[in-house]
């Protein structure tokens, strides 16, 4: 989404010109994982080859035909063993989601709606992105054994159409595909996510479906009970529904054969090191993060988690691993897999004010802590980084972020807290040395990448 056509295009890949391959959202990297071809081998999700995607023959042969179960509720058990957790950010236990949806239908007798997420409105973030270029229908398939588990008649899919890789142009085709096999036993629906931070939180993404804007809207209802005008709804990430379809036909005990204990499976990570050039990776669960971080110098600082996740040293963070039990104990998350390393000649405190002030601008200022507190923070931030900062505005900026966290009807004022925290204690030298009047960085070139153009009116989200 925020990269140049062709940008990322790994040299040597198998495109095929002029039929809209040849400018694949990013770089898919296998390197440094285990072989091919046995019971752990990843990659799982994304084509072995790494680029080309998987049009519905090779799908099929690869994965087999959808293992529908023919009952409702089924599949929920198998997810449940599993230990699937939503790879869309708060890692929220599968099956949890999907037997509220049926409790909820049923005791509503109101068929469900379904939906992938796939808006990935996360900068930093392109793993979504590149799930659904490469392989679009392992999400499809998840979208349709979800709809088939809670007894839903619509499912959507509800994506950032970039339209310079034409992503959008790759799911009509993928749907196409499989309307004529009749594949599919739910229509599926194609929606445009607006190219905001917002869209992608479920109760926003709701809200933009109804016809409204897409911003969040106040719980309850949750939207497992009363979403999409009014039905029970299911919000999965996209690369979620992939293993679903995975699970569904492999089984739970060859979905734990990597991961940890705690944390199953594997998942997409984006990673984006010295050239700024983003890379997704599929890992296991628990993997040292030294290994995917490898050539970080022990005196840069890495962003785990995105822009709602954590700073750490880089010489912590080598010493954990990719999975909630080990980042905790340094108040990190793994959130959506996202590993930022800003190169030595870049000022990540500066970076760092420039993200707040977007987040800030980003949020729907519809709750007190968004509209008070986000635009005091991002401008505190601003004054820590231009090394005008007052006495007490350290002080100020964790005052605030204390009073926004948990005071939102989403999440966002919670994880851009995080951010800011995470940030201040990691660049404590790089803020001293701001307020003597010294920058250790060198190059003015942007690397957290932020989209153009904030929102600035309502009508910006609609
Ligand atoms: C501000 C904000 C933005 C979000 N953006 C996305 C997004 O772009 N894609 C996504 O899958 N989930 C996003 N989420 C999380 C969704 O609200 C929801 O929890 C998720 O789609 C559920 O899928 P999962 O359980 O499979 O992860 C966002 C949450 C917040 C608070
Ligand atoms: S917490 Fe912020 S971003 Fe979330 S709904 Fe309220 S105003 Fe909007």
């Given at each position: 989404r925020h990269a140049p056509p062709g940008r990322d295009a790994a040299p040597g890949r198998d495109a095929a010109p002029g039929t809209g391959e040849d400018n694949p959202p990013m770089t898919a990297a296998t390197q440094g994982l285990p072989a091919e071809d046995t019971a752990t081998s990843l990659p799982r999700l994304l084509p072995r080859d790494g680029q080309r995607p998987e049009h519905w023959h090779a799908h099929t042969a690869r994965h087999g035909r959808l293992p529908y179960r023919d009952r409702r509720g089924d599949l929920i058990g198998d997810l449940s063993a599993a230990g699937l957790t939503g790879r869309g950010g708060a890692a929220f236990p599968v099956h949890r989601k999907l037997s509220a949806v049926l409790d909820a239908a049923g005791k509503r007798r109101r068929a469900p709606v379904v939906i992938a997420n796939?808006?990935?409105?996360?900068?930093?973030?392109e793993k979504d992105a590149t799930l659904l270029w490469l392989a679009p229908h392992l999400v499809l398939d998840g979208l349709q054994l979800a709809a088939e588990a809670v007894g839903a008649d619509q499912a959507i899919l509800y994506t950032h159409v970039d339209r310079r890789n034409d992503v959008g142009r790759r799911l009509r085709q993928a749907i196409a595909e499989r309307v004529a096999v009749g594949a599919d036993r739910v229509a599926v629906q194609l929606a445009e996510a607006p190219?905001?931070?917002?869209?992608?939180q479920e109760t926003a993404l709701v809200s933009h479906l109804a016809g409204g804007p897409a911003i969040p809207t106040f719980m309850p209802p949750r939207i497992t009970e009363r979403g999409l005008l009014g039905a029970p709804t299911l919000v999965q990430n996209a690369e979620t529904l992939a293993h679903v379809a995975l699970i569904a036909r492999h089984g739970p005990r060859w979905f734990r054969q990597v991961g940890t204990a705690a944390e199953p499976g594997s998942m997409l990570c984006t990673i984006r090191r010295a050239d700024g050039a983003p890379r997704v990776v599929e890992v296991p669960l628990g993997m040292p993060l030294k290994a995917l971080i490898s050539d970080v110098r022990a005196d840069q600082a890495v962003l785990i988690g995105g822009y709602h996740g954590s700073w750490l040293p880089a010489i912590e963070a080598v010493r954990l691993t990719l999975d909630n039990q080990s980042l905790a104990a340094a108040g990190a998350r793994v959130g959506a897999g996202i590993l930022l390393a800003p190169p030595p000649d870049r000022c990540a405190l500066i970076e760092t004010a420039a993200v707040v002030r977007y987040l800030a601008l980003e949020s729907a200022g519809q709750c007190g802590p968004c509209l008070n507190g986000l635009p005091r923070m991002a401008a505190a931030l601003t004054e820590i980084a231009v090394g005008r900062q007052r006495g007490q505005t350290q002080a100020d900026v964790e005052r605030w972020a204390g009073l926004v966290t948990?005071?939102?009807?989403?999440h966002h004022p919670d994880g851009t807290a995080r951010f800011v925290r995470s940030a201040l204690i990691t660049f404590a030298a790089e803020v001293s040395r701001h307020q003597r009047g010294q920058c250790t960085g060198t190059s003015k070139r942007p690397f957290l990448p932020i989209p153009h153009g904030s929102a600035r009116t309502e009508e910006d989200w609609v």
């Open positions: 796939g808006a990935e409105s996360e900068p930093a973030s190219p905001r931070f917002l869209s992608g948990g005071r939102g009807a989403c």
